[in-house]
């Protein structure tokens, strides 16, 4: 099986790097860096926000042609009771910010594409039930995480996406466009997270403070799926 780990930024990237000594770069465009390790195994920086991480799975998915991506590093919870560091496993792909509902699309549905992407349930069953046997030192949850262009820390726009999006957990800036490229090419992905902060105005002081942390836990839980498969 050939893996590419995906990350947005070098901060969440980092730990990879440190432990799996890639050996070269195979690719760069603007933010985006392909690193391999070996033939079947890959860390991308993907660059932040959706555009980046849609350029990122296009090139990937021609290049590399992993047969799993593992999109990982950091997420804003929407659970006030998952713990800061804990390590959400997701079970679908879909965006928090897109609206054609005036054409009878669902909220966050891009026009002409499924309204999500859900994750294949016996992969995700075998991640969460390997994570929760082998992890130690933090909690590893489960459940929907959107994307949006936006950091979770207006009020607003938190109550407004609960309102809308009334499963999800958390969310990111990345994971839904990987997979929504990565799904033309019958690719399957993972979205592995460390929770950062909680949403809402808050939000940046804690993710700042809490963004080496929820990486490390990304890194641990990515690694233990990435040796079981590999």
Not at 2 to 26: N, S, Y
Not at 45 to 70: F, H, R, T, V
Not at 115 to 138: I, M, Q, S, T
């Amino acid at each position: 099986m050939k893996i590419a780990i995906v990350a947005a930024m070098k901060e969440e990237l980092h730990p990879f790097e440190a432990h799996f000594a890639p050996g070269k770069v195979v690719f760069a465009k603007g933010p985006i860096r392909f690193l391999e390790v070996h033939e079947n195994l890959y860390l991308v920086q993907s660059g932040i926000g959706k555009a980046n991480a849609a350029a990122c799975a296009a090139w990937l998915c021609e290049k590399i042609q992993p047969d799993l991506i593992i999109n990982t590093g950091t997420t804003g919870s929407f659970n006030p009771d998952f713990s800061l560091a804990d390590v959400i496993v997701s079970t679908k792909f879909a965006y928090s910010d897109v609206d054609a509902t005036g054409f009878d699309y669902a909220w966050g549905q891009v026009p002409q594409m499924p309204a999500d992407y859900p994750v294949d349930k016996d992969l995700h069953e075998k991640v969460v039930g390997l994570l929760r046997e082998k992890v130690n030192g933090f909690n590893i949850q489960s459940g929907f995480i959107a994307t949006s262009d936006s950091f979770m820390s207006s009020v607003d726009a938190v109550s407004t996406i609960r309102e809308k999006l009334p499963d999800i957990v958390a969310s990111d800036m990345e994971a839904a466009p990987i997979a929504q490229v990565a799904s033309f090419y019958d690719i399957p992905v993972l979205n592995v997270r460390g929770v950062s902060d909680h949403v809402g105005q808050d939000a940046p002081d804690t993710f700042e403070e809490t963004l080496e942390k929820a990486s490390q836990n990304a890194f641990e839980a990515v690694r233990i799926i990435v040796e079981h498969f590999l």
